[in-house]
């Protein structure tokens, strides 16, 4: 099945706002497109779309785009992950800050 259903922590490094740190999110993953919803940092749902692209067993490149930001209708992500922790580097538009999210993710369908 493509739908997984998983949890995440994160912490904003490098960031001036008070940001939500806990992620619920649906994925659906084919082959290696990615699709989703989840409560984001800024207290809103976004949808995204991507691709997952696998560096080895572990390691996983994700890039694509996202909804529900503060930065536009519509803005990049990227995110690296390693089993179930992730990093993605993140963007305050109105400070110009540029910061790390760093998280783990708990997945509820494995």
Request: glycine residues 8%; proline residues 3%.
């Amino acid at each position: 099945t493509c739908l997984s259903l998983l949890m995440a922590v994160s912490m904003h490094i490098g960031l001036e706002n008070n940001y939500n740190n806990i992620h619920p999110h649906a994925r659906c993953q084919i082959d290696n497109t990615i699709t989703g919803v989840f409560y984001n940092s800024e207290n809103n749902i976004s949808l995204y779309a991507g691709k997952d692209y696998a560096l080895d067993r572990f390691v996983h490149l994700e890039i694509g785009i996202a909804t529900g930001y503060s930065g536009g209708d519509i803005v990049p992500f990227m995110r690296y992950t390693d089993r179930d922790w992730f990093v993605s580097p993140s963007y305050e538009y109105e400070k110009k800050n540029i910061g790390i999210v760093i998280g783990y993710e708990f997945n509820f369908t494995k």
